[in-house]
């Protein structure tokens, strides 16, 4: 029985006119490591500062990268967790029991970027059919979803299903959504927000590659700040290269159909 090969999945989160040159930088790093294709996370209006609608330029750079076998992901929709726009306390309504952890969720690990952690099925919906038509004016027809800081509450889930997306990624596994089949594969992330998170961050993606060499999936999250850091991009490019041994590159979409044939 032929064996089909292993993948490696490479995304670049956080793609808008605000990062656009870093990432420029990031893609050309990995292109002379041999990565030509990775998936990319595109916010439609960062922060509400950059709408990409308002930046042909911007538009016309990931059209180009798009004909060069990038996928063009949708990213949330503003990127941030709507709660924190109002100004609301959002944590009490869950419960006690949860209080905690969502705490520590969203201080801690998004910075409060959890766009579309706890948004019911409707304001999901309003944004991922606005996000869309941002990328249909720009030509894209995305295929996945991935929401901020990979955190979608399961209302949004719906929405995201409903509005005709095929897969969506969490930090530990790869969904399709047709199906409902779940791939695990925890992704590696880099967390640089301090000098301890990054040591940290560098002992814990060495050894969580160690763990996926068996996995059918390969998964790297990259953010544009990890490049300010000489030693984590170094390590991201290392591990990165080790990697490609055995693996073949892809996009999320390509994993999606190479997946959909098993
Ligand atoms: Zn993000």
């Not at 959002?90 to 201080?107: A, C, N, Q, V, Y």
């Not at 606005?130 to 991935?146: N, V, W």
């Not at 996926?212 to 990890?226: E, F, K, M, S, T």
Request: glycine share 8%.
């Amino acid at each position: 029985m032929q064996t089909s090969p292993s993948a490696l999945v490479v995304s670049i989160h956080d793609v808008s006119p605000l990062t656009r040159e870093r990432v420029g930088e990031m893609l050309s790093d990995l292109a002379a490591l041999g990565v030509e294709r990775t998936s990319l996370l595109v916010i439609p209006n960062h922060h509400y500062r950059a709408p990409m609608t308002e930046d042909p330029g911007f538009c016309q750079w990931l059209g180009d990268l798009s004909s060069r076998g990038h996928e063009m992901v949708l990213h949330g929709y503003h990127h941030r967790r709507a709660s924190i726009e109002a100004g609301s306390a959002p944590l009490e309504k869950k419960g006690p029991s949860s209080s905690l952890r969502d705490h520590l969720i969203t201080e801690y690990y998004t910075a409060g970027e959890g766009e579309f952690y706890d948004l019911s099925e409707p304001e999901a919906r309003q944004r991922l059919d606005r996000g869309l038509e941002d990328f249909q004016a720009a030509g894209f027809h995305p295929t996945g979803f991935i929401a901020p800081a990979w955190l979608l509450g399961e209302e949004a889930e719906r929405a995201v299903r409903g509005a005709g997306f095929s897969y969506t990624t969490r930090l530990k596994n790869f969904k399709d959504l047709e199906s409902g089949r779940e791939v695990v594969s925890q992704s590696l992330v880099w967390s640089v927000r301090s000098a301890w998170r990054r040591q940290v961050s560098r002992w814990w993606n060495a050894s969580l590659a160690t763990r996926l060499q068996g996995n059918p999936l390969a998964r790297v999250g990259l953010h544009p700040p990890d490049w300010d850091h000489p030693a984590i991009r170094t390590q991201i490019l290392k591990l990165v290269g080790a990697m490609l041994a055995g693996r073949e590159v892809m996009t999320y979409d390509q994993w999606l159909a190479h997946l959909r044939t098993q």
